[in-house]
Nanobody
Framework: QVQLVESGGGLVQAGGSLRLSCAASGRTFSSYAMGWFRQAPGKEREFVAA????????YYADSVKGRFIVSRDNAKNTVYLQMSSLKPEDTAVYHCAFDRRRFYSGSYYSLDDYDYWGQGTQVTVSS
């Protein structure tokens, strides 16, 4: 069965950095784009970043562009989210997800584009 397990969250001061990891299993990782989403208390889950199945293209929400970097290591079946210059408004539970479309190149911004989700990892940024 498909599993996604996030790690690397924690408490950090504003301006600090964290690197999230998401280990995947149960599906041919290298054939699918991967996304990162986040959900703050009382808010809807929102798109943060995505990386194409080839790793050659990356996509970011405007709110994190220039501060976050998404990458993947297909040999390790792992996708990463390097977060820098963190702000209190980045506080949320961060989830990784598998794109539902194999070998797809296009848009990755919608929750409906993804079919498997991790349980999430908490990121808290203090001011």
């Amino acid at each position: 069965q498909v599993q996604l397990v996030e790690s690397g969250g924690g408490l950090v001061q504003a301006g600090g950095s964290l690197r999230l990891s998401c280990a995947a299993s149960g599906r041919t990782f290298s054939s699918y784009a991967m996304g990162w989403f986040r959900q703050a208390p009382g808010k809807e889950r929102e798109f943060v970043a995505a990386i194409s199945w080839t790793g050659s293209s990356t996509y970011y929400a405007d709110s994190v562009k220039g501060r976050f970097i998404v990458s993947r290591d297909n040999a390790k079946n792992t996708v990463y989210l390097q977060m820098s210059s963190l702000k209190p408004e980045d506080t949320a539970v961060y989830h990784c997800a598998f794109d539902r479309r194999r070998f797809y190149s296009g848009s990755y911004y919608s929750l409906d584009d993804y079919d498997y989700w991790g349980q999430g990892t908490q990121v808290t940024v203090s001011s």
